[in-house]
């Protein structure tokens, strides 16, 4: 705890209202992402109830370029299920996001033919439509941001926080300009224009900024909008350890630029397919137990941050038929109550 938080709690104290004061601590937004295929395998009231019984109020909708894509998730959100899906979340006070890699949608591969300037530049010099985008092409972020107001009419979180990832790989643009700047940098000049797209019909729509991998080290020449907020995915981070002392470092100098009370931390302790190696046939049990990831919760809380979700991705109708319908229910159980220091 830091100084001014050991301060307030003697304040508290003082003014006989510790009570209070502490629940100001605590997590307010507790949530888990997972693939649209884990609810529909074990049925959307099941999962949404166990979220519930665990004390999480936030279900985050994960799709990517490789498992489950775009049109999968839409596909999902406009089915019977998927509309039970939103009316149980609703009628436990549930928030629903959708946490996704979007940026091939928001800028399709197919107009690297006509606009090759849209695209990024490898170390070699060569143009290419594989990943990610031009970061500084003021025609290509216009083609984003019209794509993003579309999404936005169907992909509708309930707590107006979008999360419109790049692509999924360490691959950014090395052109004359956009060398300029660090991946961070230009992944931030891509948030910004969203967010300014976004707000034009949803003035209460915000952004995240993914800090993950290379874009770990906060940016410097480029500042968020306000409406940006920080997203901190510690990905390549060993779980038999606490975080170690580079990502604490990057983290609070992220904290630095973005607000702490809107930080959301994006865990991957219940995260089977990561854990699994994404292979289907190799399910595992999850190796982080409530006392590593209340570890963890604290250092979080510590730094003033308020927001935290894990990927739970794969703890499904399969996951239940290898280890048992107890020890998945068991899991999101305890991380709940990690999160809730019980």
């Known amino acids: 705890m ?35 295929s884990d609810l529909t395998s074990v049925g959307c009231k099941k999962w949404v109830k166990m979220a519930h019984d665990s004390g999480i109020n936030v279900i985050g909708i994960h799709s990517d370029t490789r498992l489950e894509t775009l049109p999968k998730l839409k596909a999902f959100i406009e089915s019977e299920e998927g509309k039970v899906f939103l009316t ?19 800028l399709p591969r197919e107009l690297f033919k006509e606009h090759p300037e849209f695209f990024r530049v490898d170390k070699s010099g060569n143009r290419n439509g594989d990943y990610n985008m ?3 092409s ?34 950014y643009c090395h052109c004359t300009k956009c060398s300029h700047y660090t991946p961070s940098e230009q992944v931030l000049l891509y948030e910004n224009a969203i967010l300014e797209a976004l707000q034009e019909n949803n003035p209460k729509a915000t952004v995240a900024h993914l800090a993950y991998v290379e874009t770990v080290v906060p940016p410097k020449k480029v500042k968020p909008l306000p409406g940006v907020f920080l997203e901190f995915a510690p990905i390549q981070r060993d779980y ?31 995260d089977v397919s990561m854990f699994s190696g994404w292979n289907r046939d190799q399910l595992v049990k999850v190796p982080c137990s409530k006392a590593q ?10 730094l003033g ?3 935290i979700t894990t990927f739970g991705a794969w703890i ?17 159980r305890e991380y709940g109550e990690a999160l809730q220091n019980q």
């Not at 003697?10 to 510790?18: N, Q």
């Not at 979340?89 to 949608?105: A, F, G, P, T």
């Not at 170690?244 to 959301?264: C, G, Q």
Request: net charge positive; charged share 30%.
């Open 2 to 36: 830091n100084k001014a938080k050991i301060l307030m709690y003697f304040l508290c104290i003082l003014l006989g209202t510790v009570n209070s004061c502490a629940k100001k601590e605590t997590i307010t937004k507790r949530g888990v992402v997972v693939y649209p």
């Open 88 to 106: 149980e979340c609703k009628k436990y006070n549930i928030d629903v996001e959708y946490e996704q890699h979007i940026l091939m949608e928001l």
């Open 134 to 136: 031009c970061f500084t």
């Open 138 to 171: 003021k025609k290509a972020l216009e083609v984003v941001k019209e794509n993003a107001v579309n999404m936005a009419k169907w992909i509708k979180p309930t707590s107006h926080r979008y999360f419109f990832w790049t692509d999924d790989v360490q691959l």
């Open 240 to 270: 038999s350890k606490p975080l170690d002392a580079e990502l604490v470092t990057h983290l609070k100098n992220n904290l630095e630029i973005f607000s702490p009370e809107k930080a959301h931390i994006l865990e991957y302790w219940l």
């Open 293 to 302: 990831c209340r570890r963890d919760v604290e250092l979080y809380e510590s």
């Open 305 to 307: 941050v308020k927001s």
């Open 316 to 332: 499904n109708k399969s996951y239940e038929e290898k280890f048992g319908e107890a020890y998945s229910q068991k899991i999101v």
